[in-house]
């Protein structure tokens, strides 16, 4: 059972907004920074996301992350079909000296 | 370009030993913290395991704790992962990961294409 929770799933349509919610506590979101990954199936998770909001080279601003107390965001504005994947945030965690990821959330293109 | 290539996976009873190894290439190793991070069957990301660049400091889950030792070899550009004492539930793809620079951050920025290791009777 992971500390970071994720609703299972979102979907919007093409253009759409869609926000996933990444929920924590004192030790981990609370205290460090979060990150986000993409990953579709069968191959290796992408980081989307780190430092809360910064996006690595070639990942597009349609993609964008936020972080309040002890909770965090993604966002996808303007929603394409290539976008549904599956969605994990990250961050460490003091009180179990390691790093935890959230419980994944499917992202569906309708 | 950073390439990180993953190998010793495969089929191993309940109990037994297995070893992975990472190679990696394209980028100064010994800077880098390198970390193992595996993925069950339908499941989601589960963080295993980190070592910094110097091979001083190390992590690990608590599931894995005292069972899998993670150890890397600078001058071979090298990342390993002792995993003794398998369970069922070990069974998962490994990925081998570069951490970014940022302290404490999970910026995990370069993956392996993982090594899968099924433990089973």
């Known amino acids: 059972q992971s500390v970071l929770t994720q609703p299972p799933s979102a979907s919007g349509t093409p253009g759409q907004r869609v926000t996933i919610s990444c929920s924590g506590s004192s030790p981990n979101i609370g205290s460090y920074t979060v990150s986000w990954y993409q990953q579709f199936p069968g191959t290796a998770p992408k980081l989307l996301i780190y430092t809360n909001n910064q996006r690595p080279s070639g990942v597009p601003d349609r993609f964008s992350g936020s972080k309040s107390g002890t909770s965090a965001s993604l966002a996808i504005s303007g929603l394409q079909s290539e976008d549904e994947a599956d969605y994990y945030c990250a961050a460490w965690d003091d009180s179990l000296n390691g790093y935890v990821f959230g419980t994944g959330t499917k992202v569906t293109v309708l | 370009e950073v390439q990180l290539v993953e190998s010793g996976g495969g089929l191993v009873q309940p109990g037994g030993s297995l070893r992975l190894s990472c190679a990696a290439s394209?980028?100064?190793?010994?800077?880098?913290?390198m970390n193992w991070v595996r993925q069950a069957p339908g499941k989601g990301l589960e963080w295993v395991s980190i070592i910094g660049g110097g091979g001083a400091t190390k992590y690990y889950a608590d599931s894995v704790k005292g069972r899998f030792t993670i150890s890397r070899d600078n001058a071979k550009n090298s990342l390993y992962l002792q995993m003794n004492s398998l369970r069922v539930e070990d069974t998962a793809v490994y990925y081998c990961?570069?951490?970014?620079?940022?302290?404490?951050?999970?910026?995990?920025?370069?993956w392996g294409q993982g090594a899968l290791v099924t433990v089973s009777s």
């Open positions: 394209g980028f100064t190793f010994s800077t880098y913290g």
């Open positions: 990961v570069r951490k970014g620079l940022v302290r404490y951050s999970p910026d995990f920025d370069y």
